[in-house]
């Protein structure tokens, strides 16, 4: 994305006064000065301060991003509505007016209160939004499903208006989560006293066939204790895994009693023996050997489950406790285990990382995968915002962030999703207090709150696209950077048809393992390249290509980290995180003399200064006009350069007259350079050709039927004999 200087690398000239064998440097075009976001910083481009626009009288509870970047949040109302509020915003925290009422939000009204707790997106764009909701007369609470279109109007193919009400027992039930399978089922989760698991179908009807029991759902208890769900995640072969908790009767309030639960699910909603099956894990032993001793564990609260790249599962929670001053901390908490369900590392974070005596406290409510880190969201006491992360592979101390507008007051980190760049979003609730001078007294402002934090793969792309790319000169080269993981530099350049031109990248020392492609102005890929040999390298250890192009026009080539070899150059999306560092791209290309039509012409008696075999199917064909009877000298000198070179002769119609391979011109006593010499017969116009030697086939009709020679720099000295 950083670019710092454009050059131009012209091997060839007319002039007669730059000495053989060598270039004229080129112009350096200073770039423009860019500000490089890096991870973790507000994204200044997303509402102006980070912060997307206000929806008043909601506070957000959960978050998606759509394929397009958009980023849809839920929360309830807390007018007298009490509805579930549904709004979309745009890439730039803008409210999308094409959804919902006009105005980039929506409502869905099931009962009296209504509170929304999950939200998904199916891969055909409709939303689903998840929760629970009662009555004024009703004693407690039911599951709550609804289902929008892409415009944010009720998708009346599901439970015929868009709106499901799953009345599952006795007692309240409060739908925490929502999972979606690849055919459209939904799978929920809650929890009524027991731990809930169940599925809809793709029409919004009960999938009775789930659980075993003919009704839909399966009800998870272990003897002695009360299970309670917060979230569910699909896993290979549509198995499926629910985290929640585990409280001993008795005594509720008594972490001690209080376990983490994970436990798995055939993908017929039965039990799962192997390879997770059932696991419990007690608390206090995640809290062993701090720097200060915990006086009491109080309550243990788990919030979100992840699935790892290698299969492993991590889980967050918030856990109450005393600490020697007696201050109740609330203490976020991270477990990564493996695939069976054993502990493989584990992280307790207060407000400052490792300081537990200031009587402070975080939570921890959500989980997301970003750019190889695992991302917790939540809020601090302080009425922060709260993001911080760890590798994904290991979890270690954790970098963290804090968000405020004015004086913070409270917050709410509710809800984390990740948009296609690798941009962070975290939905919740943040108000603050702002000093009015006037009066010498605060007020308190903010409400809802969605922000947008860089992603670790860096800032948003400003150059992935056709649209943004680069204008990048053949034979020349540019410095740049992949700044980020998810990083393209995208360059556009036009040829003329026939045309060849190489690109190669050097990282020069930098870590980039970088990677090529090649566009048409359609997007389609032409070539591309991980690891090659430049000519005149030894090692592969960086990107090469060479094409020919058949058409004129403009094309483009991009250069990202290896990993990063998938992305969609019309819109930029579909990037994967690589790898970074400092790079240069040289693009060397063909002289259009390469054929009889497009010759270059060369008088007699005249010596052709600091010319050059670019590339392995580079060829230079020069015209001359002699009388009959005539007797010409062609004279190829390398002057030290790797050339190995090879010539040809032709006439006007394309037939060949004569070639040389190492010939002594006068005066010379070594071999090592074409030389030939010619009487022509009849007067006319003739042409002579020089390539590398391997490359001595092309047509010169056609400038096609090229192969791979020498390359290197020569003069060449037409003379009467």
């Known amino acids: 994305m950083r670019h710092l200087s454009r050059t131009s690398r012209r091997g060839r ?26 991870g973790s910083d507000l994204d200044t481009a997303f509402g102006g301060d980070g912060y997307a626009a206000l929806v008043p009288n909601v506070a957000f509870t959960a978050v998606a991003t759509q394929a397009d970047g958009k980023i849809v ?11 579930f509020v549904v709004a979309r915003f745009n890439t730039n925290g803008t409210l999308d007016t094409t959804f919902g009422y006009g105005d980039g939000v929506t409502n869905v009204d099931f009962r009296d209160y209504d509170n929304p707790t999950a939200i998904a997106i199916t891969t055909q764009g409709k939303i689903v939004i998840g929760g629970y909701s009662t009555s004024s007369f009703d004693v407690g609470t039911d599951f709550s499903i609804a289902r929008l279109n892409a ?18 027992g006795t007692t309240d039930d409060r739908l925490t989560d929502i999972a979606l399978q690849a055919d459209g089922k939904i799978v929920v989760t809650g929890s009524n006293g027991r731990a809930i698991v169940g599925r809809i179908n793709v029409n919004g009807t009960i999938d009775n066939g789930f659980g075993g029991s003919g009704v839909g759902y399966i009800a998870l208890s272990e003897t002695g204790s009360t299970l309670s769900a917060s979230s569910v995640k699909l896993l290979d072969g549509g198995r499926i895994a629910v985290l929640g908790t585990a409280v001993r009767p008795g005594n509720a309030l008594s972490g001690i009693d209080t376990r983490i639960y994970l436990t798995s699910l055939n993908s017929n909603g039965t039990r799962s023996s192997t390879p997770l099956g059932t696991r419990f894990y007690d608390i206090a032993p995640f809290y062993a050997g701090r720097d200060e001793p915990i006086s009491s564990i109080e309550g243990g609260f788990t919030t979100d489950l992840v699935v790892l790249p290698s299969g492993n599962l ?79 592979d290991t979890l270690g101390a954790a970098q963290q962030y804090k968000y405020s507008r004015g004086a913070p007051n409270s917050a709410r980190g509710n809800g984390l999703a990740v948009g296609p760049e690798g941009r962070i979003y975290l939905a919740g609730l943040q ?10 007294t605060g007020t308190e402002a903010g409400g809802s709150a969605l922000i947008g934090v860089i992603g670790f793969g860096g800032a948003p792309d400003a150059d992935d696209q056709l649209t943004e790319a680069i204008p990048l000169q053949t034979d020349g080269f540019v410095n740049g950077a992949i700044d980020g993981t998810r990083d393209v530099d995208m360059f556009s350049f036009t040829v003329v048809a026939g045309q060849t031109v190489s690109f190669d990248i050097d990282n020069n ?14 997007g389609t890929q032409l070539a591309s390249n991980d690891n090659a040999a430049a000519p005149g390298e030894q090692l592969h250890i960086s990107p090469y290509l060479s094409y020919r192009f058949q058409s004129a026009g403009k094309y483009y080539v991009a250069v990202s980290g290896r990993e990063n070899a998938s992305y969609n150059p019309i819109n930029g999306n579909g990037d994967t995180a690589g790898s970074t560092g400092g790079y240069s791209l040289t693009t060397i290309a063909s002289d259009t003399n390469d054929r009889i039509s497009t010759a270059t012409s060369a008088p007699l008696n005249s010596t052709r200064v600091n010319q050059s075999i670019a590339n392995v199917t580079d060829v230079d064909v020069f015209k001359f006009t002699v009388s009959a009877g005539q007797r010409v000298g062609f004279d190829v000198d390398t002057l030290g350069s790797p050339l190995d070179g090879y010539m040809r002769l032709f006439n006007a119609n394309g037939t060949q007259l004569a070639a040389n391979d190492n010939g002594i011109a006068p005066g010379e006593q070594i071999a090592k350079s074409p030389y030939l010499s010619y009487t022509f017969a009849n007067a006319g116009t003739y042409y002579v050709a020089i390539s590398g030697k391997g490359n001595q086939s092309y047509s010169v009709n056609t400038g096609m039927g090229d192969m791979q020679g020498s390359v290197g720099e020569y003069v060449l000295d037409l003379r009467l004999l």
């Not at 000239?13 to 890096?38: C, M, Y």
């Not at 949040?73 to 509805?83: C, H, K, Q, Y």
């Not at 108000?431 to 010498?440: C, D, L, M, R, S």
């Not at 020392?509 to 102005?521: E, H, I, T, V």
């Open 509 to 522: 020392g930098s870590p980039l393992d970088g990677y090529l492609r090649l566009f048409n102005a359609t």
């Open 73 to 83: 949040v839920a929360g309830p109302s807390n007018d007298s509505e009490a509805n």
């Open 314 to 392: 991590a889980f967050g929670a918030y856990v109450q406790y005393f600490n020697s001053s007696f201050d109740v901390i609330d203490s976020s908490l991270i477990v990564k285990v493996n695939a069976n369900g054993n502990v493989l590392d584990s992280v307790e974070q207060d407000i400052d990382i490792n300081s537990y005596y200031d009587g402070t406290t975080t939570r921890v409510n959500a989980l997301a995968l970003a750019d190889g880190y695992l991302v917790a969201g939540g809020h601090t006491a302080f009425g922060e915002l709260l993001l911080f992360h760890h590798r994904a």
């Open 13 to 38: 000239s007319n002039s007669s006064d730059t000495p053989p064998g060598f270039h004229r440097p080129g112009v350096i075009e200073q770039l423009e000065a860019r500000k490089l976001l890096s």
């Open 151 to 168: 415009n944010g109007s009720p998708d009346n193919s599901f439970s015929g208006d868009g709106k499901l009400t799953w009345h599952v």
């Open 431 to 440: 108000t603050y207090a702002v000093f009015n001078p006037e009066t010498g």
